[in-house]
């Protein structure tokens, strides 16, 4: 048997043991919990502060001559168009840090290149900006060349011509006083015209696809 002294020690430190045990569930329990609502907090921050995308579409768009038209006094086709540009954040604006620009193909063609369509701005939340373009005659759409002949016979067998305009800007956002990287944004957007050189209304219901570089 056991001295008596030996065993309380004994009991002392098993309730010692056991005391330092429930403090470090109690306090580890305390520190998972504030760590998994942090978490959640970031998350729900990291959903609203999120940057959506701007958005592109072709609100107008013409052909001059449209390719069933016959000219006499024209030797080059004139393209003018309008593209809204809408930053769909409530909480975040957008730098676009260069001109835009602007490119048409046919047919993956480049056709020829827009003037600067929108000198650098700051577009902020929910803004909707209109841009107009011109592209008057390139020596590729020369009446009688060859993309016009292509586009007389596809206008003659399909009804309809199709044309892609790019769109290129460098892209910042800016969410209160934490900018995001540089971004190098391109916008795809197909356009239809009919044989007379207006726009197909389905061109009009197309968001303009988006990709970064
Ligand atoms: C070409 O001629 C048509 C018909 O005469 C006229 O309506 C049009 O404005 C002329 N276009 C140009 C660029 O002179
Ligand atoms: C959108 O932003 C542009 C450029 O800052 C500004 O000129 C235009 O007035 C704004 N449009 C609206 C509807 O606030």
């Known amino acids: ?74 030797s080059s086709v004139d393209i003018t168009f309008e593209v809204t540009l809408r930053n769909p954040n409530a909480n975040i604006g957008i730098f676009y840090e260069d001109a835009m620009r602007g490119s048409f193909f046919h047919r993956d063609r480049r056709i020829g ?48 011509v199709w044309f892609r305009l790019e769109l290129v800007v460098t892209i910042r956002f800016r969410v209160s006083t934490w900018d995001t990287h540089r971004h190098s944004m391109h916008a795809d957007c197909d356009v239809g015209v009919a044989p007379d050189g207006s726009m197909l209304d389905e061109t009009k219901a197309r968001r303009c696809s988006l990709y970064f570089s």
């Open 113 to 160: 290149d827009t003037a600067e369509l929108l000198p650098p701005f700051y577009q902020g939340p929910k803004n909707t900006t209109i841009i107009h373009g011109a592209f008057p005659g390139s020596p590729a759409l020369a009446v009688g060349g060859d993309v016009w002949q292509q586009m007389k016979a596809e206008a003659a067998s399909h009804g309809q």
């Open 1 to 74: 048997m056991r001295p008596r002294h030996d065993r309380s020690r004994y009991f002392a430190q098993k309730v010692e043991e056991t005391l330092t045990g429930r403090m470090c569930r109690v306090f580890c329990s305390i520190f998972l919990s504030l760590l998994l609502i942090a978490a959640v907090i970031l998350f729900i921050l990291w959903l609203s502060l999120r940057p959506h995308r701007p958005r592109f579409h072709v609100t107008a768009f013409s052909v001059s001559p449209g390719p069933s038209q016959e000219t006499a006094n024209q």
